[in-house]
């Protein structure tokens, strides 16, 4: 039950400022009553005095309900007038009563008071007295986080070693058997706690399944009974106090795990005899009862067991077991399958084995159908592998015997006997049953599984292996996975003592998934490899050379791509001998030779290549790789006429215009340029002809237009080459006619575009200014222009220099010697310094 949280008198003291407040105002009204407050804070004290003196008497008395209406007195006085260690005491005092009441309502009142009090004297008390509530309610997590907050080096030597063995019992129950280990190994020695902390040092080593150590900690454990301190008719200690029985319980259990049967049987007897308890003595029944089974003694063995499962609601499955293998081996088939029905929820090795003698039961009573069923469940758990073994046999003998088993598999069956009993010597004959099952079944990866697991496979298994092999090749290359096809081939590559001609024929699909990862490398000596090993008279031969020549080409071996090409196209179907053709003419153009590759164009076209297209426009581009532009320039219309959807025809406009443009015909080149822009609007040709078509307006002169194009460059393919060679020529333009922020403005409209900084634009000023000077000795004007925009750029030094130099050559010596002295003294590490210095000198003598 959760009960309010009690009102503490520093709570009372927080709700009084508003009264405070009223006090003040009265006394702004009337003064004449000015000594009460004093009159009254003497007598309160006085009476808190005396309520909180009964209040200690009656908590050493125990009397804590007395104590409780005593503290609870204070609270009808005015707390402001109470001093702070009355009312520290009193919150104290209030919480403890409540605790000793084991009340909750304490819980709350001792967090609040380490809240409000963190540094008091009682504030050490408070947390232990917390942590103790928590220890003795069972709420072990809470009371490890409280006691953790405990400095125990803070505590007298009594109180450590208590505070030591509740947190270590703590931990215990919360599982923190690491942290709990040292504080019962620190007490052992310690004459109060040392029988207590010596039980649960060995629990904790019994925990950790070290049992000779536990049993050996067990034994040295005072066999007494303790006595149980009472409160409020609650046991105070019972949780903590370990009884010799208790270790005596568990050295029985440790014996039961060790297999000391008969130790168990001595021990455990004597146990109920002469100290028998009520809760432990069905356990001790049951380890006694199964020991005596474990020696061979069925008799006495269901005696303690039928004693065991008489007194127990919920008995061990291993008991239930127990019993029903000894009904059963005294001829109880009906009641030992009763009680093996009864283990069959659950999934373990009892489980397992009580099906196994359950399909034995059912099959003594000539149920073979249902002993089947238990057989499998029993063969599918795999907890024990003879038992497993057994199984799967007598699962055999049930079918055999007329047994029928629904929804059941024997492949499934086979595989988990392969699974479990890889070393069996049944092992090779239901692998190689399972792989031929397989193949024809089209199960070409469970085939595999089961031949590999054979150790030492027989001729015709390896035959058999190698089809498989083939076959995943085949099927993983065909649903893309190439890697693992070219695994599958190799391995079956390799297996020539098997079928040569299936292992050559693998070394092709090998090539074609190395070349569909473009690993045209590992292809192209996978397909010499078969070319070495098969006959020109092979099937595919053709296509290996046809392959072959691919590989070569991707690899940009031209020559001996042309020269395999030209040897696969006579031995090709028409239209790969027409593609075969198409690419050696490729490749001779790759190598420098247009005239032939010229001739292999049209004899492409000819055998009616399906790229016709593109050899059409090869064929037009190698006559202007032989100088005849006008050829090329006819053979480009046609193709346009022809091929009207093809998609090459806006590299085949480019190629026109740019034709134009090497015979000088600029107009119609731009014309073309424009054409393209307009039907291929969002080609990469249209991109790089926008361009192109900026430079040939420059080039005409026509710079209002170029200027233009390079804008629509930039605009529409900011992020292109071609805008940044775009950028490149404007801001040149730009900056020689002195606009460059005008330009910086149009860049900065462009999202993603190339765009001009201060020093972009101090160079460009200073390149242009210098280009002015090149063009022209007189054109100052504009490095000038940069002096007196930039008094502090880059190249400073530079355009005085020039600047001087032209004054001096106009004999405007005033003007140079300004400029002069002006380098020096503003770039005195320049390398213009030692000129400027020179020319200074002359200058003034010319000046003189």
């Known amino acids: 039950m959760k009960h309010k949280r009690q009102m503490t008198i520093h709570d009372i003291k927080k709700r009084a400022g508003s009264m405070v407040a009223c006090g003040v105002v009265a006394l702004s009204v009337s003064t004449a009553v000015a000594s009460a407050p004093y009159l009254t804070e003497s007598l309160q004290n006085s009476d808190a005095s005396g309520y909180l003196s009964r209040a200690r008497c009656m908590m050493t008395d125990?009397?804590?309900?007395?104590?409780?209406?005593?503290?609870?007195?204070?609270?009808?006085?005015?707390?402001?007038?109470?001093?702070?260690?009355?009312?520290?005491?009193?919150?104290?005092?209030?919480?403890?009563?409540?605790?000793?009441?084991?009340?909750?309502?304490?819980v709350e009142m001792l967090r609040k008071y380490l809240k409000d009090y963190p540094s008091a004297q009682n504030a050490l008390q408070a947390r232990l007295t917390l942590g103790d509530y928590h220890f003795y309610a069972g709420e072990y997590d809470r009371a490890v986080q409280t006691y953790n907050e405990v400095d125990f080096d803070r505590l007298n030597a009594s109180m450590r070693k208590a505070y030591s063995y509740r947190k270590g019992l703590a931990l215990t129950k919360v599982g923190l058997f690491d942290e709990a280990r040292p504080l019962f190994r620190a007490l052992l020695k310690d004459s109060e706690y040392g029988n207590a902390?010596?039980?649960?040092?060995?629990?904790?080593?019994?925990v950790a399944e070290d049992y000779d150590k536990a049993l050996e900690g067990f034994r040295k454990v005072d066999n007494t009974v303790a006595g149980h301190t009472q409160r409020q008719g609650k046991k105070r200690n019972w949780e903590y106090t370990p009884t010799g029985l208790e270790a005596g319980y568990y050295i029985t259990h440790i014996e039961y795990h060790k297999g000391q049967y008969q130790d168990v049987i001595d021990h455990g007897r004597d146990l109920m005899q002469k100290s028998p308890v009520k809760e432990l003595l069905p356990e001790m029944n049951r380890v006694v009862g199964e020991s005596y089974y474990k020696t061979g003694v069925e008799s006495v063995a269901a005696q303690y067991l039928e004693t065991y499962l008489n007194a127990t609601e919920y008995p061990v499955n291993t008991a239930v077991y127990?019993?029903?293998?000894?009904?059963?081996?005294?001829?109880?088939?009906?009641?030992?399958?009763?009680?093996?029905?009864?283990?069959?929820d659950g999934n373990n090795n009892v489980t397992q084995s009580s099906y196994l003698y359950l399909g034995q039961c059912l099959m003594r009573k000539g149920d073979n159908s249902a002993a089947a069923i238990a057989f499998e469940k029993a063969y599918k758990m795999a907890y024990d592998f003879k038992v497993c073994e057994t199984a799967l046999?007598?699962?055999?003998?049930?079918?055999?015997?007329?047994?029928?088993?629904?929804?059941?598999?024997?492949?499934?069956?086979?595989?988990?006997?392969?699974?479990?009993?890889?070393?069996?010597?049944?092992?090779?004959?239901?692998?190689?049953?399972?792989?031929?099952?397989?193949?024809?079944?089209?199960?070409?990866?469970?085939?595999?599984?089961?031949?590999?697991?054979?150790?030492?496979?027989?001729a015709k298994v390896l035959a058999a292996k190698q089809k498989v092999l083939y076959a995943l090749g085949v099927e993983a290359l065909s649903?893309?996975?190439?890697a693992d096809a070219v695994g599958y081939m190799a391995d079956a590559s390799v297996m020539t003592n098997c079928d040569r001609m299936?292992?050559?024929?693998?070394?092709?699909?090998?090539?074609?998934?190395?070349?569909?990862?473009?690993?045209?490398?590992?292809?192209?000596?996978?397909?010499?490899?078969?070319?070495?090993?098969a006959k020109s008279s092979d099937a595919n031969y053709a296509q290996a050379l046809y392959k072959t020549a691919y590989a070569q080409y991707m690899l940009h071996d031209f020559r001996s791509a042309q020269s395999t090409f030209a040897k696969a196209a006579p031995?090709?179907?028409?239209?790969?001998?027409?593609?075969?053709?198409?690419?050696?003419?490729?490749?001779?153009y790759y190598i420098g030779r247009p005239s032939e590759a010229l001739k292999g164009y049209a004899d492409a076209i000819k055998k009616g290549c399906k790229t016709a297209d593109y050899a059409a426009l090869q064929h037009a581009n190698m006559q202007g790789m032989l100088g005849k532009n006008s050829q090329k320039i006819s053979e480009l219309n046609k193709f346009i006429s022809d091929y009207p959807e093809s998609k090459w025809l806006p590299e085949a406009m480019l190629e026109k215009a740019q034709t134009y443009v090497e015979m000088g015909r600029s107009g119609d080149a731009v014309e073309v340029y424009r054409d393209l822009m307009a039907q291929y609007p969002m080609t990469t040709e249209a991109r790089e002809g926008t361009l192109q078509m900026a430079i040939t307006l420059s080039n005409m002169g026509r710079s209002t237009e170029a200027e233009d194009a390079y804008r629509e460059v930039i605009r529409r393919w900011p992020t292109s080459e071609q805008a940044s060679s775009a950028n490149d020529d404007l801001r040149r333009i730009y900056a020689g006619r002195g606009e460059l922020q005008e330009y910086r403005k149009f860049l900065a409209s462009i999202p993603n575009s190339p765009q001009l900084n201060d020093d972009d634009m101090e160079q460009l000023t200073f390149e242009a200014a210098e280009s002015d000077l090149t063009d022209n000795a007189d054109n100052i004007a504009k490095m000038q222009q940069y002096v007196e925009q930039y008094p502090s750029g880059k190249y400073l030094a530079s355009a005085l220099y020039y600047i001087a130099s032209y004054h001096r050559a106009h004999e405007q010596y005033a003007e140079a010697l300004s400029a002069l002295n002006t380098l020096i003294s503003s770039r005195g590490d320049s390398n213009y310094v030692l000129p400027a210095l020179s020319m200074k000198g002359q200058v003034m003598e010319q000046g003189v």
Not at 67 to 75: K, P, S
Not at 197 to 206: I, P, S, V
Not at 418 to 424: E, N
Request: proline share 2%.
């Open 62 to 106: 125990k009397n804590y309900v007395g104590a409780i209406d005593q503290l609870n007195q204070i609270r009808n006085f005015s707390v402001n007038l109470l001093t702070d260690n009355t009312l520290q005491e009193c919150d104290y005092l209030l919480a403890m009563a409540y605790y000793e009441r084991g009340e909750e309502a304490c």
């Open 197 to 206: 902390a010596q039980f649960y040092a060995a629990y904790l080593d019994y």
């Open 322 to 344: 127990t019993m029903s293998v000894i009904e059963y081996n005294r001829g109880d088939y009906e009641r030992a399958a009763e009680r093996f029905r009864s283990l069959a």
């Open 393 to 458: 046999y007598n699962y055999a003998v049930a079918c055999t015997a007329g047994g029928h088993v629904p929804f059941a598999s024997s492949i499934d069956l086979l595989e988990d006997f392969i699974d479990l009993y890889p070393r069996s010597k049944y092992a090779a004959a239901v692998d190689e049953y399972l792989a031929t099952v397989y193949y024809k079944d089209h199960d070409y990866t469970r085939a595999l599984t089961s031949i590999n697991r054979i150790a030492s496979p027989s």
């Open 479 to 482: 649903n893309g996975r190439y």
């Open 502 to 533: 299936l292992a050559t024929q693998a070394l092709l699909w090998k090539g074609d998934a190395h070349y569909a990862t473009g690993n045209h490398k590992q292809a192209l000596q996978a397909y010499n490899a078969y070319l070495k090993n």
């Open 571 to 588: 031995k090709l179907s028409a239209t790969l001998a027409a593609d075969a053709v198409l690419r050696a003419a490729d490749c001779s």
